[in-house]
Structures are given as C-alpha cells and as structure tokens.
T-cell receptor, first 114, second 113 residues
C-alpha cells in the first residue's frame, strides 16, 4: 500500500529564512512525486515534479525538492522565504495499486513572518 | 487554452437532497480525478477516470456517491441524500495521462444545511 505523510500541519518562518516542508512516502514501486501549492482563495498549482531524471528537482518560485530513496522522503525547500510564499503546500504520490491515482498528504500551511 | 472548469462554484442544499457537480476537463486530457477538501483537511481522493478504462472508485466514501464521465470528457459527480458531513470543496483535476501533473479546477463549494 502507498501513503504520504507531511510532518507539521503548520510551519512558521521569518522572511528571509530557510523553508523546509517535510514529506515522506511509502510505496512498493517507484513513485511519481509532486508538490502542489494552494494560495489563499486560489486553486492548486503544480510546484514541481520528480521524474527520476534527477534527484534534485527545481520548481517555480525558487522552490526545490530532493528525492531520497533511502529515506523515502521528498522534502521541499527554499533558501529564503518571501511573504508571498504564505500558502498551503501539498505533497502527492501516485498510488501503487489500481490505476496509480494521485493521492495527497494532509498539507502544511506555511506562514511567513515579517 | 482553457483550464479545468467546474460548476457550480457554490452550491447550498438541504440535507437529504441530491446534488450534481460538473467538471469540464482540459481538452485532450485522458485522466480525470475528483477530490474532496474539507475545512482543515487535505485532499481526499474520490475517483479516477483514465481513458476508456473502468474508473478507480476506491475513494468514494459511501454508495451515496457516484460519478460518470461521458464521451471521455465531461464528468458529473452525484451525491444522493446529502448529509451535513458532505459539506466540503469538491475539486476536479485532469491530466494528459497517468503520472502527469494535474491541472485543477477552482472547485465547487458544497454546503449542506
């Protein structure tokens, strides 16, 4: 069976500080991994996707994520937080049964303090 | 081009009534998903259509929920005999194929009174 766990439902950082949002998955087959972002009162947007071509994936708005198979992790980072990064972030992984539908973590709400 | 379109954007219904939510995916996208997002919760997978294959219905919470996709395009999610716990934002997404990034609609906010 497959699942995705996001540690920390709320993360607060100061503007300019490092952002680290954690995601761990369990899958018996190589997964597709994604991060999506939902800004206030907006729909979900793709931030980045792991394609297996490279373990470090760069996304939009300066975010990146590193796939670590040994740790079954796909943590999202950004070196310097900006006020506009305040949003909810979702990690997602393809199921490894059935038709490999995409399943999402419970989300992490990022707050950026001035 | 046009994105994923969902209608209505808001729906208020009385407990016990049936509701239909509509999703128009991006043209040419073979994969279509329905998710439910409750207040303070993540996205709960409901159902997944891929091309002409039988849909993955494993996420539907009860037999009051059903969905169909006609002609490989438009999809309708039906909730029969709505309950207050059905109140949520129902999101539709489509993608070119399995494993491709999803494009989400803006959702239908359902309120059951």
């Amino acid at each position: 069976a497959q699942s995705v766990t996001q540690l920390g439902s709320h993360v607060s950082v100061s503007e300019g500080a490092l952002v680290l949002l954690r995601c761990n998955y369990s899958s018996s087959v190589p997964p597709y991994l994604f991060w999506y972002v939902q800004y206030p009162n907006q729909g979900l947007q793709l931030l980045l996707k792991y394609t297996s071509a490279a373990t470090l994936v760069k996304g939009i708005n300066g975010f990146e994520a590193e796939f670590k198979k040994s740790e079954t992790s796909f943590h999202l980072t950004k070196p310097s937080a900006h006020m506009s990064d305040a949003a909810e972030y979702f990690c997602a992984v393809t199921r490894d049964t059935g038709r490999r539908a995409l399943t999402f973590g419970s989300g992490t709400r990022l707050q950026v303090q001035p | 081009g046009a994105g994923v379109s969902q209608s209505p954007s808001n729906k208020v219904t009385e407990k016990g009534k049936d509701v239909e939510l509509r999703c128009d995916p991006i043209s040419g996208h073979t994969a279509l998903y329905w998710y439910r997002q409750s207040l303070g919760q993540g996205l709960e997978f409901l159902i997944y259509f891929q091309g002409n294959s039988a849909p993955d219905k494993s996420g539907l919470p009860s037999d009051r929920f059903s969905a169909e996709r006609t002609g490989g395009s438009v999809s309708t999610l039906t909730i029969q005999r709505t309950q207050q716990e059905d109140s949520a934002v129902y999101l539709c997404a489509s993608s070119t194929n399995e494993g491709s990034p999803l494009h989400f609609g803006n959702g239908t906010r359902l309120t059951v009174t």
